[in-house]
């Protein structure tokens, strides 16, 4: 199976379909939010679904005519948007985890299970490469994306030894990568902080985190007041970033205040608790275990307070 999609049915809930709403799905994969978001919306509704994968055009459903592919990076939701003469989304919703396609393709260099090439891009006609980051970045700029976006305390070590090791011959490989980074890490978390290794280098490849911003601010532009928002994280870095964004409309999370001291935020969070998998969700699907789903509501915009005379 391409990709099973994560917590289905809260997600889809939390977007509170209108027949005859118009959504987007900004990270179509698989398809399976996106089936079933077209389940719920009526004839005179439609869905724009993203994804810059190739691979991911072999799921589109055929022949409806409510749906649109949009062969392109999120990053870009404004910019299509007003190609397609679309004024306002009532809904959109994004689920930021890497498909099990991509973990479980041997070729694109997603997981430290295989040795293939160091890729790991999402769109694979154009960009940087994992190999090109760790042969080109100097010293400083690796330790900072494996310690900014892996969030690994041994950052240091890791690209020093990096450096070094491709001195002798250019890495190219994920055995290349392994062979460097395997020694340095305590044997107790060796998986888990390969993993951050490889998330680290992905985020860098595709730029994950300015993807995303942009992503959400477009968001903020196209959904009407009382459009839902709805998020899937699978790490901290997104699920802060996500977090501060429905808090306050700005990426550091600091809420503003008018004169008279109310938060200005362009968001109502609809779960104030984070939405996490079941424990029969999880089993069946481990992948699911770090998925959080937050749900935010646009907050309608407020008619201008006329002047005492």
Sequence with gaps: ????????????????????????????????????????????????????????????????????????????????????????????????????????DEERGFSFRFDAPLDMRMNGRGGMTAAEVLNRYDEEALANLFYLYGELKNSRRIASAIVKARQQQPMTTIADLLAVAKPLMPREREKKDLARVFQALRIEVNHEMDALQEMLQAALKVLRPGGRLVVLTYHSLEDRLVKNFIKSGRMDGKVQQDFYGRRLTPWRAVNNKVIVPSAEEQE??????????????????????????
């Excluded at 994969?29 to 190739?54: C, K, N, T, V, W």
């Design 284 to 309: 069946a699907n481990p992948r699911s275990r770090s998925a959080k789903l937050r749900i935010a509501e646009k907050a309608p915009v407020e008619a201008p307070h006329s002047e005492a005379r």
């Design 1 to 104: 199976m391409y990709h099973i999609p994560v917590l289905l049915q809260a997600s889809v809930d939390g977007l509170q379909v209108q027949p005859a709403g118009t959504y987007a799905d900004m990270t179509f994969g698989g398809g399976g939010h996106s089936r079933e978001i077209l389940r719920r919306l009526g004839a005179d509704g439609h869905l724009y679904s993203f994804d810059q994968d190739a691979d991911a055009e072999a799921n589109v459903p055929e022949g409806d005519c409510r749906f649109t592919f949009v062969r392109s990076n999120f990053r870009y939701l404004s910019n299509w948007m007003r190609y397609y003469g679309v004024p306002h989304l009532d809904g959109l919703m994004a689920d930021l985890g890497v498909s099990s396609h991509h973990f479980d």
